[in-house]
């Protein structure tokens, strides 16, 4: 691409690399004059690099109470503080705005996805937008594969006779998917979750692992290799089976979600959901728990009976005092992908084929229409034609996102490619967004879910672990609410000093395998 054709598009760079502080330490090895662009807010990110460095917070004696205290304002943190409607709750959130990993932006007035994209029929999301009066609508439509300029429609179905591959290899695709279709995975869960998905392509078209190594990062933040192989074998299984597309969403992907338990709980909690504000220390003792956070330059603690964590493991494990070793351990063990997402507006449409289009050996994994499931409905017009791009990076490439030019030549390598795909792509965006985040994603390794998951996420006396990485096998809004809900009834509990509190979360952290 020319200079003059880069100038030429708008770049915008939004997120904090830093969302998941406390990061890690790559990112302490960055140069100084790499550090984040002029939109993110380095007062935010001070904070957070003071807890992760260890800093020990002049931690003032409570002046506000609460009997819960929420923490992230994500949609787990968010559903918990609708769940509690009504109840003595404050949310207390890091940004400015809230959503976490479920955001969504707008472009003049057509919402589009910066994170988590859809729900599926029935979920807990989509429970919690039918009760919220949001009806998300089906997608209906197995996904596409663009591959050697070839649109395949379907791709692990009828699409396999369709790959522009050689015969061998399409006959290898079909009898991978006929070999893990006969795998009972429901007798053998702890025996896959401890295996990489790896062992299970192995032995077919080197193609198949290329395909996986675009979809596994992209739903779940790992490749092939470093997938569990229930997790793999269960995604297959659901692709292939024959069964109706069970996704819905709305423009905006699961920030629809977010967006609208805002409306909902803002005009009425105003005083209870705080932007801006860093928490820093939890501290309980049998009476009570204490929560320092940062605000407007200053430390506030608020008392409270009980906590709910909505934060990924890797913040909880520094802010959290008093977790058992093996504890703090499993939650420092979870890894996290980091994954910026690109959105190309066009002014004219250019892709409308697929809602979830996979195309494997490009900067970016996949990408969907930002408004697929509305396109088609009466009086719609589609304004722009929106397309939102999944580019999931390894973890040692976290540090890239720190610079503001390196997230540029990555938007612009997503259009680039993009261009190439089909001939009648060749066409210039009006606008190019990229959100970044540094930790949002956990991924789904080998003995996450039926192992460090559960270690991570035990309760404390006072305190539930929720967020989407005390559920799995893999990130998934539906798991930050339903934890959630469990949170709001735990909480409850406390309150009223009932001993079977945490028998009830650990009965939650136990049944996340459907
Ligand atoms: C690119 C992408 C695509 C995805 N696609 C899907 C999908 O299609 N379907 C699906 O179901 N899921 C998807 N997911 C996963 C889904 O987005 C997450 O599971 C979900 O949004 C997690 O929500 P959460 O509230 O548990 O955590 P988060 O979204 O991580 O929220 C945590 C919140 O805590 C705040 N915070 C952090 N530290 C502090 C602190 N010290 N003090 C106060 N606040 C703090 C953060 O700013 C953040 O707002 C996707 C994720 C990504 C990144």
């Known amino acids: ?56 917070f002049d931690v003032p004696p409570p002046t506000k109470s609460a009997a819960i205290v929420i923490i ?21 959130e890091k940004e400015d705005h809230f959503g976490g990993n479920a955001f969504q932006e707008e472009y003049e007035g057509q919402p589009f996805a910066t994170g988590s994209a859809f729900a599926y029929k029935g979920d807990y999301g989509d429970q919690l937008s039918g009760e919220m009066g949001l009806k998300l609508l089906p997608v209906n439509n197995p996904d596409p594969t ?108 699961l920030g629809c979600i977010t967006h609208k338990l805002i409306e909902k709980l803002q005009p009425l909690y105003k005083e209870r959901l705080l932007g801006n504000a860093t928490v820093v220390s939890i501290v309980t003792d049998k009476a009570e728990a204490r929560v320092t956070y940062h605000r407007d330059g200053k430390l506030t603690t608020v008392a409270a009976k009980a906590v709910i964590v909505c934060v990924p493991k890797l913040i909880a494990s520094r802010l959290v005092s ?57 009086g719609y017009q589609q304004k722009h034609n929106i397309l939102t791009f999944y580019t999931p990076l390894r973890e040692n490439q976290r540090f890239t996102l720190l610079d503001d030019e390196n997230c540029k030549s990555l938007a612009a390598r997503v259009l680039a490619d993009f261009q190439k795909l089909m001939p009648e792509f060749n066409v210039n965006p009006v606008e190019v967004r990229l959100y970044r985040r540094g930790h ?24 539930f672990f929720g967020n989407a990485d005390s559920g799995g096998p893999e990130s998934l809004t539906s798991e930050s609410i339903r934890l959630s809900k469990t949170a709001a009834e735990w909480s409850a509990k406390v309150l009223a000093g009932d001993p079977n509190a945490k028998a009830l979360a650990l009965t939650a952290l136990a049944a996340s395998f459907q």
């Open 440 to 463: 949002p994603m956990f991924m789904a390794v080998p003995g996450q879910f039926t192992k460090n998951r559960l270690a991570a996420a035990q309760p404390m006396e006072r305190v």
């Open 146 to 253: 663009i591959v050697n300029n070839t649109f395949v429609p379907d791709t692990w179905r009828a699409g396999i006779e369709h790959l522009p591959y050689t015969r061998e290899v399409r006959e290898s695709f079909r009898k991978f998917r006929d070999d893990i279709m006969k795998i009972k995975l429901r007798e053998r869960v702890a025996e896959l979750d401890s295996e990489p998905f790896s062992k299970y392509t192995a032995g077919y078209a080197p193609e198949i692992q290329q395909w996986w190594d675009g979809y596994g990062p992209s739903n779940w933040g790992a490749i092939t290799q470093e997938t569990s192989a229930l997790l793999g074998i269960a995604s297959l299984q659901d692709i292939a089976s024959g069964g109706e597309d069970q996704r819905v969403i709305l423009p905006g992907g």
């Open 72 to 92: 992230g304002g994500g949609v787990a943190g968010l559903s918990a503080a609708y769940f509690l409607r009504g109840q003595d709750f404050l949310l207390l």
């Open 322 to 378: 008093g977790l058992p070793a093996d504890q703090k351990a499993a939650m420092q063990h979870t890894r996290y992908a980091p994954y910026p997402v690109v959105n190309l507006i066009f002014d004219k449409p250019v892709y409308n084929r697929g809602y979830d289009t996979w195309c494997p050996g490009n900067v970016f994994t996949d990408f969907i229409v930002a408004d697929w499931t509305v396109r088609n409905t009466a």
């Open 1 to 56: 691409m020319s200079h003059s054709r880069r100038d030429f598009i708008k770049f915008v760079v939004a997120g904090s690399v830093t969302a998941g502080c406390p990061i890690d330490s790559t990112l302490l090895a960055a140069p100084a004059e790499a550090g984040p662009g002029p939109q993110i807010d380095s007062e935010h990110s001070e904070i957070c690099h003071q807890v992760r460095d260890g800093h020990r």
